[in-house]
């Protein structure tokens, strides 16, 4: 059965720095990754997937993501943080067959410093 | 563009009581899924439906039925609630190797 891990509850970075958010997934063959974003008050937004095209996935707001196999890691990654920045982030992990589930990390609240 | 359409997005239930979440699809989606979102632990799955006709269950489903009416719709019901079924409940659907596309929200209290 597949799984995912998202290493940090909270993640609190200064504006301008790095942002790196940790995904480690468990399935049996290669999955389908997502990453989902949750501003305040708000329904879940798509901000990239891994669907075997390309191990580095390029998704909005500037976020990428690179798939891993040999480390089982999707980590979410920005250049430099901004303030709009700030929300929950969600790992999900879908199996390859049309009958699979998509199952969530228990997220990443992302905070920003000015 | 509707998309998923989930009603309703409030309700206050006594314990006890029962209610069925409705949610229909217009995207001509195979799966669906019913998800609930508490603090601290990401959205977990109650129930899944790969197809219709099918249904399966997924991470939290003690407490919980479902339907898979048709292509379009996925009821949950709670046939009588608990306090611990206080929740944001998300349906969604997707198709193979597509994202999710969730519904608003039911924000969900029992007393």
């Known amino acids: 059965a597949q799984s995912v891990t998202q290493l940090g509850s909270h993640v609190s970075v200064s504006e301008g720095a790095l942002v790196l958010l940790r995904c480690n997934y468990s399935?049996?063959?290669?999955?389908?990754l997502f990453w989902y974003v949750q501003y305040p008050n708000q329904g879940l937004q798509l901000l990239l997937k891994y669907t075997s095209a390309a191990t580095l996935v390029k998704g909005i707001n500037g976020f990428e993501a690179e798939f891993k196999k040999s480390e089982t890691s999707f980590h979410l990654t920005k250049p430099s943080a901004h303030m709009s920045d700030a929300a929950e982030y969600f790992c999900a992990v879908k199996g390859y067959s049309s009958a699979s589930k998509i199952i969530f990390g228990s997220g990443t609240r992302l905070s920003i410093r000015p | 563009n509707a998309g998923v359409t989930q009603t309703p997005k409030f309700q206050v239930l006594k314990t006890g009581q029962s209610m069925t979440l409705q949610c229909a699809q217009d995207m001509n989606h195979n799966s669906m899924y019913w998800y609930r979102q508490d603090p601290g632990m990401g959205l977990r799955l109650i129930y899944y439906?790969?197809?219709?006709?099918?249904?399966d269950k997924g991470e939290v489903p003690n407490g919980y039925n479902v339907s898979r009416l048709n292509k379009r719709e996925f009821s949950l019901r709670l046939e009588s609630a608990a306090p611990s079924q206080t929740s944001v409940y998300f349906c969604a659907s997707s198709e193979l190797d597509r994202e999710l596309f969730f519904g608003s929200g039911t924000q969900l209290s029992v007393l």
């Open positions: 399935s049996s063959v290669p999955p389908y």
């Open positions: 439906s790969a197809s219709e006709g099918t249904t």
